[in-house]
């Protein structure tokens, strides 16, 4: 592919040409073979030439760095993990759960400090997270979240509550009836991380070669379009294109979240909103949106909502639903009517991996040498950091706490064979808004519609 500055806004604004870097030269010997040259793949590299620096590691990208989710998603770097806390302490105890969030929450700091100790100029604001009630049903919502939380031992400088008058001096939208508040996530610029990344571990003398497609992955080696990369250790860092390789149709579904940008606004529309500490922030509804306040004084906004397509396919049409854009739109200047006219400017999207029980994991497997990290059902910029920290642990044999993490090992079931799940995942993709307009009208929670969501989806 050439044009990798249109693929989305991020790309188009990452400060550099995105010129591909030369392909695998034919066969080559490693220590490490990394595929993907995403978020994961360049952690688990930084860390690993940090950690050993005369490991001789290999990446291997189809396309660029940072082509994928890793360069197009909404720029939170969130310190929550998809999956049910609930779920996973019924396998793992309490303690190991809380131990993963805890390490997610100072995760958000490692990215930022990375970051600044590297000079990858990536825009990093932690400003954290503010999830808006703009009905009684989100309202409702949130205080049992929060009660929840309190459950778990979280407290007041985790996730507190800030009524109408608090919040109003920090941010508004339209009929926001107040907004839970965490400070633990960052807005960022996601290609600028991803290409500065790059560099840097090329810097530590890890050799990236792009446009170079692996077909196959296989104990100790991989097979590519160019020729065999062998290995002691072969790490998978596909995320949502994983169903394209052999045997991983199943593991994954790739959901496509779609986003748009608008033109920078002008310092009036800022006085009325806010988001001066440039929070990333959402709402309570069961869809997911996301979005922040670039450097530059957009507001870059997305959400989910595109159908899935049979047999897990990926192609690029599929980030251009002019339909689920325009709802995208649609949401943004209900919570913002104050755009008026504002000009949309960029419109793009990409596919994030969602295992059968929503749970990420990282795995490796010291017989075979085969290893992964991913899953993130779309939370990745801060879940691949440390899950590129502890594959690096685990292929390193570095005992730490991060190896002992509740994730480490797990299996994720695969999705049902077709058309079940493109039956199932359809039908989930039309509940959801379905269930927010009724929630939206009643003012309550759906506890029927709620309970058909999660027999389709398992969440």
């Keep these: 592919m050439t044009g990798y500055r249109s693929l989305s806004f991020w790309h188009e604004t990452a400060g550099e040409p995105l010129d ?147 919040l109003g001096e920090h941010a508004r939208v339209a009929g926001s009836q107040g907004a839970l508040y965490t400070p633990h996530g960052a807005a960022m610029h996601p290609a600028r991380l991803a290409r500065g990344l790059a560099r840097v571990v090329e810097g530590l003398g890890v050799s990236i070669f792009e446009g170079t497609r692996a077909e196959s992955i296989e104990p100790r080696r991989v097979r590519t379009n160019r020729g065999v990369v062998k290995a002691d250790a072969v790490l998978r860092c596909t995320e949502a294109f994983t169903v394209e390789l052999p045997g991983q149709s199943r593991t994954y579904i790739p959901v496509y979240s779609l986003m748009i940008a608008t033109e920078p606004l002008p310092s009036g529309f800022w006085e009325k909103v806010g988001f001066e500490d440039r929070p990333t922030f959402n709402d309570a509804r069961r869809l997911i949106i996301y979005g922040q306040r670039t450097l530059d004084d957009r507001l870059a906004f997305g959400g989910r909502g595109a159908r899935y397509h049979f047999g897990s396919k990926l192609d690029p049409s599929y980030e251009k639903q002019s339909s689920v854009h325009d709802a995208v739109a649609r949401i943004l200047w209900d919570l913002f009517p104050e755009l008026g006219d504002a000009v949309i400017t960029h419109r793009w999207g990409g596919a994030v991996a969602v295992p059968r029980d929503w749970q990420p994991s990282v795995r490796f497997d010291k017989e075979t040498g085969l290893g992964h990290a991913g899953g993130y059902v779309g939370d990745g910029v801060a879940a691949s950091n440390l899950g590129g920290r502890t594959l690096a642990d685990l292929v390193l044999e570095k005992e730490s706490d991060l190896t002992r993490l509740p994730w480490v090992g797990h299996r994720s079931k695969e999705w049902e064979p077709e058309p079940l799940r493109w039956i199932g995942v359809n039908a989930a993709t039309r509940l959801v808004p379905a269930i927010d307009r009724g929630e939206a009208k009643s003012g309550r929670q759906s506890r029927v519609l709620a309970g058909a969501l999660k027999l389709l989806t398992g969440r």
């Design 20 to 166: 591909p870097r030369p392909g695998l030269p034919g066969d080559t010997d490693a220590d490490v073979a990394i595929v993907g040259a995403g978020y994961t793949g360049l952690w688990t590299a930084y860390y690993l030439k940090r950690q050993q620096p005369d490991l001789r590691v290999v990446v291997i990208e189809s396309e660029i760095a940072g082509f994928g989710a890793s360069g197009r998603n909404g720029g939170w770097c969130l310190g929550e993990m998809a999956g049910d806390k609930d779920r996973l302490a019924e396998r793992h105890g309490r303690g190991p759960v809380m131990a993963l969030m805890r390490e997610m929450f100072s995760t958000v700091d490692e990215v930022g400090k990375v970051a600044a100790a590297e000079g990858i100029d990536c825009h990093f604001h932690k400003g954290g997270i503010l999830t808006f009630a703009t009905n009684t049903a989100q309202f409702v919502a949130l205080h049992n979240l929060i009660q929840h939380e309190r459950s778990w031992g979280f407290g007041q400088d985790d996730f507190r509550w800030l009524g109408p008058t608090e």
